[in-house]
């Protein structure tokens, strides 16, 4: 139970919030979507809950004001956050937390850490987002690091329900969705007594509603990446954001810098490193060395055999070799995210915390992140209608830089053979320049557009046909020759397009031109990925096994995922 912990207060009339939450324009939707709350057994269980987030307003769906993020009269209000945890007891004061931030490779450095800290037995609390198929899978606590357990954060709510009231009262119905759980997340940590918590930022650093951490809770900072994700809630420039991100840093407590960043970005991070007096670890140290040795398979999976080697006598005196560690997550990216998270372990090593170098690699090599780089199995691949003849990759790459990290698997995994993309992306990312790096590598045979649900709508949701403009485009400019053949509807549209394409080219050795289309109407459908799958075997002919990656949008992997569930 709560008690002392969160001050007696008075319960919101009946209806209460919903009431005051349409008097300031937030419309309560019905039903629970993937992206949204949770799946469809999650319902009954919490579903009081998950009606109750749905109200509060939602910046994942509608997307992220302009300047939200810096610094500045148009960041959001970090007070408000100080405020409802003050009403829950200032359970961030509980615990000693690592903060990470970073455009990319902040949730795959937070997994790994967590999974070092698990691997040498303490209690872990790790705080991340988004999800893919339920809420739950951004909070996880104690040793096994799955979602948190329905029960458990029933009863969280329901003991904190009274305050989170109040406060939303008190703040005339401008908590929002992810202030909450965030607030959910420190109680549930406090609760536990864990003994350390991974905190991953939602949006930027500085006016992020995880950026609550003081520095006498602040074990290390973690910042991974700095790229153009975001630009218009983060200031409109990498400067802008990078001065966001370095925002968590804080005063006399180390920061473990990623990268590698561009000369300009890492000296902001360094500077407001030097104005608070925290040490600088970089895992881009001259004496850091990694490289990966081969791509092996084991059950239908692959993952990548690394060395590293970190040897660092900088601020902080860092000191591991790891001559054979096998990593799930796979490419270049993913080898450095772990890099950096093994960084940030011999930091707190240095610290005083007991951390082995056998809990560090065991730590690593237990790590995988479904939806990044994730192949599905044969038995997957046949519940979603294949027959065998494909391999389905699913990423969530969304942005220019995952998009090139994406294709560097790809090159890896499967240089050669026919390969389908099936892209789905919201209407706040960067299409061209997505479609430019995919394109940039092994050209795709078909390329499929489709509309990603974004957090459970569609305001988000970048049409299909507006999307196969771009790809085209994208195409010219690269000299890349295809066939536009419009619409798809259902996996069964393929049967009737074999005239475009022609039979496959083996005698000639010239490739056919890339096919290009998109799903007629709706969000995506699994349909889609057998459409691809049977206009490779058209373009390739079944000779050639293939592989279909979606990707695009971590929602449109979500979806994929729920279709699997399902079943």
């Known amino acids: 139970m709560l008690g002392h912990r969160i001050p007696a207060t008075l319960r919101l009339p009946r209806g209460g919030l919903l009431l005051l939450l349409e008097r300031k324009g937030i419309t309560a939707r019905r039903g629970v979507s993937v992206m949204a709350g949770g799946g469809e057994a999650e319902e009954g269980p919490l579903g009081g809950f998950l009606e109750y987030m749905e109200r509060l307003r939602n910046y994942e769906r509608s997307g992220v004001p302009r300047g939200a993020g810096t610094d500045s009269d148009d960041g959001f209000d970090l007070g408000r956050m100080r405020r409802l945890l003050r009403r829950l ?51 996880s606590v104690g040793n096994d690091g799955g979602p948190v357990p329905v029960g458990l954060l029933s009863d969280l709510f329901d003991e904190a329900k009274e305050a989170i009231d109040e406060a939303i ?19 549930l940590f406090s609760q ?73 970005i890492e000296q902001i991070i360094r500077d407001r490193a030097f104005l608070t007096q925290s040490p600088v670890i970089s895992a881009c140290d001259p004496g850091v060395k ?27 005196p860092l000191s591991i070799e790891m001559q054979d560690i096998n990593l799930q997550l796979l490419g270049d990216h993913q080898r450095q995210n772990a890099v950096t998270a093994a960084c940030a372990a011999l930091c ?32 997957e691949a046949s519940v979603l209608g294949l027959n065998g003849a494909s391999t389905v990759l699913i ?8 998009a090139k990290a994406l294709s560097g698997v790809i090159k890896t995994v499967r240089p050669e053979g026919p ?32 509309e990603a649900s974004i957090a459970g709508g569609t305001s988000r949701a970048m049409p299909a046909s507006s999307l196969k403009e771009v790809w085209i485009a994208a195409a010219r400019d690269h000299g890349i020759e295809c066939v536009d053949i419009g619409g798809v509807s259902g996996a069964e549209a393929p049967e009737h397009i074999g005239d475009l394409l022609g039979s496959p080219s083996s005698s000639s050795g010239r490739k056919p031109p890339m096919v290009i289309g998109c799903q007629d109407e709706g ?28 990707t695009g949008s971590l929602h449109l992997v979500g979806a994929v995922l729920q279709q699997l569930g399902r079943h």
């Open 348 to 379: 707190l090593r240095s610290e005083g915390w007991d951390i082995s170098d056998a809990s560090i690699q065991a730590g690593l090599e237990e790590t995988q992140l479904p939806g990044r780089s994730q192949f599905l199995t044969a038995e």
């Open 89 to 139: 007891g200032d359970p961030h004061t509980h615990f000693p937390a690592v903060h990470i931030a970073g455009t990319k490779g902040k949730g795959s450095t937070a997994a790994f850490l967590s999974n070092i800290m698990r691997a040498q037995g303490y209690n872990v609390g790790c705080y991340s987002s988004p999800h893919l198929l339920t809420i739950r899978e951004r909070i």
């Open 290 to 316: 990694s490289f990966t040795k081969c791509i092996d398979w084991d059950n239908g999976k692959p993952y990548q055999r690394c060395y590293i080697n970190i040897k660092i006598s900088n601020d902080v």
């Open 523 to 550: 969000p995506f459908s699994s349909n889609l990925i057998i459409a691809a799958s049977r206009l490779l075997e058209k373009s390739r002919g079944r000779a050639h096994p293939g592989l279909i990656c979606v």
């Open 169 to 187: 009262e008190s703040e005339n119905g401008s908590l929002t969705h992810f202030e909450v759980f965030t607030a959910l997340s420190f109680l």
């Open 395 to 402: 990423d969530g790459a969304h942005t220019e830089e995952s």
């Open 419 to 450: 390969l389908a993309l099936v892209v789905g992306m919201a209407t706040d990312k960067e299409h061209l320049a997505f479609a430019e790096q995919l394109l940039s590598g092994q050209t795709p045979d078909v390329v499929l557009l489709t």
């Open 192 to 264: 536990e007594n864990v003994d350390i918590a991974i905190i991953e930022a939602g949006l930027g650093g500085a006016r992020d509603a995880t950026n609550v951490i003081r520095s006498t809770e602040l074990a290390a900072s973690v910042i991974t990446t700095v790229g153009r994700e975001h630009l218009a809630a983060l200031g409109g420039s990498l400067q802008s954001i990078a001065i966001a991100k370095s925002g968590i840093i804080k005063q006399g407590r180390p920061v473990v810098i990623g990268g590698p960043f561009a000369a300009d």
